[in-house]
């Protein structure tokens, strides 16, 4: 009878909805401010491609769809292609399904600013739902000024609103959801455009041309059929942005006075190793989750980790499931209290999670988190387990190693981590004498690193302080000329080369990185007519370390060089003997350390491409090895 009775009741429903007229009322889309600097890139057709970052929950991740390319997101970026041929867009999916935009705010520049994105496509109303609309707007605000500031791109920001089964009384009475007015204010305030492509689909639900269980058949996460809705929704948008006249400079986004008392701008995901550890914990192991890189584990009753920062929130992100166990923490000094960390309904897979300790802390006060393991394991879990990623703080954390001397603070990350054993091979001083014997006998070796910003995590290790160590009589200056995801197919025209290379007269110059776009001959570009300026110069090519896990170098890795395999690695070996410069297959031994460490991968990586300090010291130590005698 139950059964029936809700069946009846969602008949009518139904019913209802197909009578009711659509939601006229609502625009469909707000222009404000607009797209000026992603359409400027777009029309101007450089060689580096247009970037679109996708931030938001499982609807951008594309939940629902039959396959990956009928989400919204993929189907949006597959028509910018078509709709603008010859522009290399780049999308990247900064999506993570179950997270709203307070999780947002502190993830902004890990998942998002790293990427230097153009455009950033913000998705949280969905999952915003239910917040308080103080909270909400905080929180948004946090993510625009974190793009707007802390980014180096700048990218424009547009907001996106999604249905859900809920939303659709609100339609129909012809006004937003709360959540959407939430995030409207916010991008009212700061002139952000917003497409609500959750009217399009309300109108076809609420016009009858379509059930909500053909929109979506769990009522939240769309079909094939609602994704393309969406993108039905976001068309005319961007129509109206191309018809805009483009702009002749690029436009500096305005950053107001905040409608929050409390913006998330500085919001973070703070590593677990600057806490203080104990013997319970054992951190840099696997992740279970794509989200989370690595994690520090314990199961220990009464394993204890402890964190100091000033911020107004403190919380962690961490990955629960069928075996995970409670916590127990203590604030300043306080009592211990129980925190549930175990979901009863999550005992059959692992997610991510995020969890707050404390919130309206006064930030301008040093506090003090301990967390450590609930001796009594959870009813129907499996065990205790904490699996943490990161904490969260919204406000700073002082490096732990902030303030060391630079040798010193790069001799101790390297303690903590397994030693690099590879040893160079003899010929590497090949077209490499003149150095060899600047290093030995002084007084000085100026070196320019040329790349990308793997050339810049491999500058950063600090390499020339462990060969300035190793050579008393040198003193070795390094010069970083580096610029995000660039090659020599940008360095080789007049002008770069002269600011990124000639000005500095090296006598090494190092080239690198994982942006070269296999292009050997704009490399050969570089070397030639920098020894026609400066014929003494020596030249050391490095192969890729780092990047994507689906890069061909990383997926089709050999232990040398192979044109069949990854062919830029075999032909820049070739390069350098016809050009007569140093070669160095960097490739081999990083991806050796890495697969021989003990630790996962990621546990090098600070985001999904780039080293962090561990893993800049593996790029160090084998810069160091194959530089000594």
Sequence with gaps: MLHRLAFACLAVTVVAWSSAAPAAEIAPYTMRGGLPNFWKK???????????????????????????????????????KKENPGVPFQPYNAAIGGTGSWLGAFRCWNDVGYQRPDLVIVEFAVNDGGAPEEQVIASMEGIVHQLRTKTPSKPDI????????????????????PTMQYHEKVAEHYGIPSVVMAKHAADQILGGKMTIEEFAKDNVHPTDAGYALYLEALKPFFAAVKSAPVAKEVVKAEVPAPLSPKPMENARLVPYDWAQMDDGWLGWQLSTSGNLPHVAVSDKAGATIALKFKGSQIGIYDIIGPDTGNLEYSLDGSEWKLKVNFDKYCLTYHRAASTVFARDLDPKVEHELKMRIAAEPPKDSKGRFTRLGWFLVDGEVKDPMAGMDPLARIDSIYAGMKPVTWKAPEARWTNLEKTKAKLENGPALTMVMLGDSIIGDTSSSNFELLVGRDYPKCTVKKIVSVRGSTGCWYYKDPEPLEQYVLRHSPDLLVIGGISQR????????????TRAKLPNVEVLLLTPTFGSPQADYVKNFTPQPDKKAFAYRAELQELAVQEKCGFFDMTAPWMDYMKSSGYAQDSFKRDPIHANQRGMQILGRLMREFLKL
């Design 518 to 529: 296999g292009d050997i001959a704009s490399i050969r570009s570089v070397i030639q007519q």
């Design 158 to 177: 547009l907001f996106v609103y999604t249905l859900v089964k809920g939303h659709l009384e609100d339609f129909k009475a012809g006004k937003l959801p």
């Design 42 to 80: 777009v029309v101007e057709k450089g060689p580096e491609p247009v970037r679109i970052s996708y931030f938001g929950g499982s609807i951008t991740a594309g939940a629902g769809s039959s396959k990956p390319q009928f989400c919204y997101r993929e189907m949006l970026t597959e028509w910018l």
